[in-house]
C-alpha cells in the first residue's frame, strides 16, 4: 500500500487512519511491552515504514516563507479565538480559589484566565511545530493518536517521536512516569521543552533524551527568536483585551 506514496497522501484523513489502522493489525506485540500502549505501538510500526516518505514527498514544495506565514496564521487564529470566543466566557464564570475568598478581585479572575491560556496554548505549540517541512502530526494526518505523542519530526531520515510541553517544569512526579513510559516503546523518542525559562526540568529520565527551546526549534528549520516574537505579540494582545473587557 505504502509503495505508492503518492496515491496514499491523496486519500482524505479518515481513509488513511483506517488504512493504517487495518495494516497495524498484523503487528506483532513484543512482551515487554505494556498492554495498554499495544495499539500506539502497532500504529507507530506502521507509520514507520512510510513515515519519512511521506513527510518528504508531501512537504517538499514548501519554502521557508511558506512556513512562516502558516505559523503567523496559527498565532493570529488562535489570538482571535482566545480573544473573542474565550476570554468573555472566562470572565462570566465566578472563581473558586484563594484569591476569590480574599477579596483580590483582580489576583481571582487573573488567576482563572491565565490557567485557561497555558492549558489551551499547550495545543498550540503542536499546530506550530506541524508547519515545519519535516514534521507531522499523527492526529491531523491520519486521524489517529499515538499516546504521549504530539508530533513526528524526521532527522537523517530517522523518525523521532517527541512529546512536547510548554516549560521545564511542567510535570508531577506521576506525569513523569507515564511519559517515560509511553515515550519508551518508540526507538527514537525526545521529551520536549517549547520553550527556555531557565527553570529546573521536572521530567527525568535515563531512557529517554529532552531538549528545550532554540535546541528543538532549529531541528525542524524554525526560527526560535521568530517564534518569541510571535508569542510575545499573542500573549500581549490577550493581556491588553483582558484588561480591557475587565474594566
Not at 489576583?107 to 505549540?125: I, Q
Request: hydrophobic share 35%; charged share 30%; aromatic share 10%.
Amino acid at each position: 500500500m505504502f509503495k505508492d506514496i503518492n496515491k496514499f497522501i491523496q486519500k482524505n484523513t479518515k481513509q488513511k487512519g483506517k488504512i493504517i489502522k487495518r495494516i497495524s493489525r498484523e503487528i506483532i506485540i513484543p512482551k515487554n511491552i505494556d498492554l495498554n500502549l499495544a495499539d500506539s505501538y502497532r500504529i507507530k510500526e506502521t507509520i514507520n515504514k512510510f513515515v519519512s516518505k511521506y513527510i518528504k514527498q508531501k512537504k517538499s514544495s514548501q519554502t521557508p516563507n511558506q512556513i512562516y506565514d502558516d505559523i503567523k496564521n496559527q498565532f493570529e487564529s488562535f489570538e482571535k479565538n482566545y480573544i473573542e470566543e474565550v476570554l468573555p466566557e472566562k470572565l462570566k464564570e465566578i472563581p473558586t480559589n484563594l484569591y476569590k475568598m480574599s477579596n483580590a478581585t483582580i489576583f481571582s479572575t487573573s488567576n482563572l484566565v491565565t490557567r485557561s491560556l497555558s492549558t489551551k496554548m499547550g495545543h498550540l505549540w503542536e499546530r506550530v511545530a506541524n508547519c515545519s517541512n519535516v514534521t507531522l502530526s499523527t492526529e491531523a494526518e491520519f486521524d489517529l493518536k499515538i499516546k504521549g505523542v504530539d508530533i513526528i519530526f524526521i532527522k537523517n531520515d530517522k523518525p523521532f517521536y517527541a512529546q512536547l510541553k510548554t516549560l521545564e517544569g511542567t510535570l508531577t512526579g506521576s506525569q513523569q512516569k507515564r511519559s517515560e513510559q509511553e515515550l519508551s516503546i518508540h526507538n527514537n523518542a525526545i521529551f520536549i521543552a517549547a520553550f527556555d525559562t531557565g527553570t529546573g526540568w521536572t521530567f527525568n529520565s535515563k531512557k529517554i533524551q529532552r531538549i528545550k527551546g532554540k535546541e528543538f526549534w532549529s531541528q525542524i528549520n524554525i526560527d526560535y527568536n521568530f517564534l518569541l516574537e510571535c508569542v510575545k505579540k499573542m500573549i500581549k494582545n490577550i493581556e491588553n483585551s483582558f484588561v480591557e473587557l475587565r474594566d
